[in-house]
């Protein structure tokens, strides 16, 4: 039976009540700024100690983003148009700081861009945040830190306070499909569930799409080794830690690995690179899949893997490891493998019978 619409009037509320039907909702796809880590159109929290490296990691980023080069550990069929990025920060001079580390990693310098705050300091509910997202076109807002831009008038701890900011900010991030990035600081409760080292109160935790952590790990030969860790991933699959180094002015970014926010948070050490059966799995059905074939569309390959059950992080893995090659025709890539072709039978072909060799 139809459901029938009805709107009760103004007089009976002071908002007329309105609903509105699920089959008339069109469903669309997440997009990525990196994937799984993070969504456009979306809140992302990276948070850590003070002096690990989060700041750099995203300048770093910022970086590639500009420059329309992929990000870490993604294949070049990846890699997004050259795109604004708008970074706020209360913790680093853009003169000393920002744009010289900026310009170290290599980033266009004239699609990087700070709002003045010289009058009045931003905050997340502040309407220069959409009037600059809009105007620029931009595709990443970083805010860093998290303390300094919810306003002086509320509390971190407040849940109430700490939705209706985070809502705001939200929206600018749905209506522009703008990804939003936000630095923070963690706590210092140290044994527990790595989703509640978040500052603050765990609605904020709540809001975000996608948590990502930098953890410092001992025991390590180079003491500025880090681990980005996903702790929260409502959108995707959990991704891979991604392990870096930080230089003087920039992140190396060393390896992808297999490990936990768990795992980076409390364990000793930490082993890169170890082996994976379902990584050896993947390669061998892609190796299948493209088996007699000059080339592939790469988004059939991927759906097919997907389907399977292998994580777009395995076989990101797999298809290095399978010596896959990304081409693009036209403007649709193509995966291939020399190997996977079908060699010529000389001997079969009646064309070459007549040869003296």
Known sequence: MPIERYNFDREVNEVPLEVALACEIKPREVRWLWYPYIPFGKLTILQGDPGDGKSKLMLTISALLTQGKPLPFCDKDEALEPMIVIYQTTEDDPEDTVVPRFKEAGGDLSRLIFIKEDVKNLTFTDIRIRQAVEHFGARLLILDPLSAYIGDSLSLNAANEMRSAFSSLAEVAKDTGCAIVIIAHMNK????????????????????????????????????????????SNLAPMGSGILFRIKHMGIEFLDEIDITAEEAFYSEKVKSGRPSVIVDNCVERIKEILKGHDSVLASECERILMEEGFKKTTIRKAKKAAGVMSEKVGFIWAWSIQDSKEQINWDDDPAFNDIPF
């Open 189 to 232: 409760m140290k044994d527990v569930n790595p989703l509640y080292r978040t500052s603050g109160s765990i609605d904020i935790a709540g809001v975000a799409r996608s948590i990502l952590a930098v953890v410092k790990q001992r025991n390590r030969e180079d003491p500025n080794d880090r681990i980005m860790v996903q702790v929260k």
